[in-house]
Structure formats: C-alpha cells, structure tokens
C-alpha cells in the first residue's frame, strides 16, 4: 500500500526500502514506524512510501490502563503529602513511613510510563497548588535524576526530596500562599522562611540531611542571588540542584492565583536561558534532552487559532517544532510570528 507520509500511523510497517529524492537510504524494509521514524522521512523529504498495515500488532502496554493506574497514583501521592503537611502543622513533624508507603509503589508506576509530557498534562488542573506542585516537583525529580544516571536508590531519594520541598510552607499563612496580588517586601521575606521551616520539619521527621537541605536549598541559585543562604554554584547540594529544576518547571507551567501557567515549550526555553548562571546546566540540558521528544505527536493551539500536531523538534531551534496543520506543514523556526500557545494529551 501506497501512502503519503502525513497519514503514515505508528505501528505501520515499510514494505520496501526508503530514499529520498537524493537518492539517500533513510530507512530499510520492514521498518516498524513509529513517531521518529515518521519524523525522518519528513525531515529527508519523502512524500510517499510503500507500508504493510498488519492487522495484528505486536503488542504494546495498555496505555490507558497505565494512564488509569498513573492517576489513581497521582491522587495517593497528594493525599500522602496533605496528610503530611497537615501533621507537620499540628506537631512540627510528619511520619516518615507513611511517605514511603505513598511514594515507592507510585515511582514504581513512573517506570512504565516514559512521556513525561503526557504526565504533566494529566495533571493541568486547579487543584491546591501546594499540594499538586509537590506531586509534580517529586515526580520531575525522579525522572531527571534518572536521566542523570543517579542509581535507582539515589533516584528515589532524591523525588522524596523533591516531594518535601515545600513542607515548610505550613508555618506560612495560607492568607499569604494564597494571596492574588504581589507581595508586599515584608510579605515576600516570611513567604522565603518556608526553606528553613522546611529544613526543620524534616530534620524532626526524618533521619536524612539530604533531604532536609533540598527543602533549605531549592531556591539557591549558583550565582549566589537565591535565598536563604545566597550560596553559589559549590555550595549547593546536587540534589537541591536537580529539585530547583523540577521547582521552577511546575511553578511557572502551573495555573496560580497570581499568575497564569505558560506553555510547556516556552518554560523549557527560559530553563535553558536561566541556566547560564542561575540553575545547574547538566541537569536543565538533560531535561530539555529528555522531555522534547515527548512533544511529537502532541495536538496543539496556535496564536492564530489553528490546531496542528507537532511532527518533529526543529534542529534549528528546538523550541520552535514543525507543525502539521490542515495539511501544511508549519516551521515555526522559519516564522517567527507564530506560537504555540496550547498543548494537548495526544
């Protein structure tokens, strides 16, 4: 069967070897194409190709189900943390053992599911901020440690840091968490304390000072203009380093009472623009490494009010993709008037 590239579908299969008009070998016979596959023809040019659709596939994991036990994960792990939050504001301490007993078994799930874009978007909506960015914040921080080659025990430390870094942030007024309007100097100052109450909390909690100074340490900046301690690229933990990451990514792509969430490709460009000098550059560049692919084959909304879906990540710059839309191929790259302004579970 003969068909355009545009309607290739993952799971298809090359029925005869592929060049591009240059005469290039681009992919051989038997193929199973999947969205990088479909990307490169794209990228060499090919319009048409020779597929076998099968009408059995190998078989793949149930996404939905996977989705479904994600979620249900998802819920644990926020009440986990409320439950916590809620005894380190009645006693100054929370209970070690019931955070594990949430968290192991969820990162377990983690494992299954490596598009990490879908899993951000599953969790766009207007719950608690606190207690939905400490879902997200641990869970950022399990993948980047992976990504980072950490060891499987390490990794889960460090999300279980990553999930305790606002902790503190129950000694804070709930008038001022949630306070739509900018803070006042005063106002900002006692929001800031959260990283020391944070510290605390977990050292009564917790027999772990790792896990206490990413709570102390998540908003340090390596040029020493962060805070509490104003530390600078040596002084901070690598673990602190790795969840300021995680912090700053579900901050700024999460709706709040004083700010709208940006688009997720936008965020990752200012990662990369804050880590010359504020944020530690391994891990925001194997964030960025890691999390673009998982944009292709997302649906999304153009500043134009045109829907598309996301073909591949642009060589040329990479947070401007190639988009498909009504049946045009869009290099964002090449035209710089249109954004990306929504994206969408594929």
């Known amino acids: 069967m003969r068909v355009h590239v545009t309607d290739l579908k993952p799971g298809d299969y090359l029925d ?24 490169k023809l794209i990228l060499h040019g090919v319009d048409y190709v020779d597929i076998e659709r099968l009408m059995e596939k190998p078989a793949f994991p149930d996404r939905t189900s996977i989705i479904q036990k994600v979620t249900h994960h998802f819920d644990t792990m926020t009440e986990g943390f409320e439950s916590a939050y809620m005894d380190a504001l009645k006693t100054g301490s929370f209970n070690q053992s019931l955070v594990d007993d949430v968290l192991q078994p969820s990162l377990e799930t983690l494992d299954k599911h490596k598009d990490v874009v879908s899993l951000l978007l599953l969790l766009d909506h207007e719950d608690d901020y606190t207690y939905n960015h400490s879902l997200q914040v641990g869970m950022l921080s399990y993948y980047i440690a992976t990504w980072l080659g950490y060891s499987k025990q390490e990794c889960y430390e460090i999300s279980r840091a990553g999930y305790l870094i606002d902790i503190g942030k129950c000694r804070v007024p709930a008038a001022l968490l949630n306070k739509p309007g ?33 709570a102390l340490q998540h908003h340090e900046r390596e040029d020493g203009s962060g805070y509490p301690g104003k530390l600078t690229k040596a002084e901070i933990h690598p673990y602190a380093q790795i969840a300021a990451v995680a912090d700053i990514y579900s901050a700024m792509t999460s709706p709040r009472v004083y700010q709208s969430k ?85």
């Open 16 to 39: 005869s070897d592929t060049f591009s008009t240059r005469g290039i070998h681009v992919l051989p016979k038997g193929t199973q194409l999947q969205r990088d596959e479909i990307s």
């Open 262 to 346: 940006q688009e997720l490709i936008s965020v990752l460009r200012e990662l990369h623009t804050l880590s010359f000098g504020k944020l530690n550059a391994r891990t925001v560049q194997a964030f960025i490494q890691h999390l673009m692919p998982n944009f292709i084959g997302k649906r999304v909304l153009l500043n134009t009010g045109d829907m598309g879906t996301i073909i591949m990540n642009n060589p040329i710059d990479v947070f401007r993709p190639l988009v498909q839309s009504d049946g045009k191929f869009l290099d964002l790259s090449r035209d710089r008037s249109l954004m990306v302004v929504e994206i969408y579970m594929d």
């Open 182 to 214: 900018k803070l006042t100097v005063e106002e900002f100052e006692e929001v800031k304390k959260h990283t020391t109450y944070g510290y605390e909390i977990i050292r009564n909690s917790m027999d772990d000072n790792h896990t206490a100074l990413v």
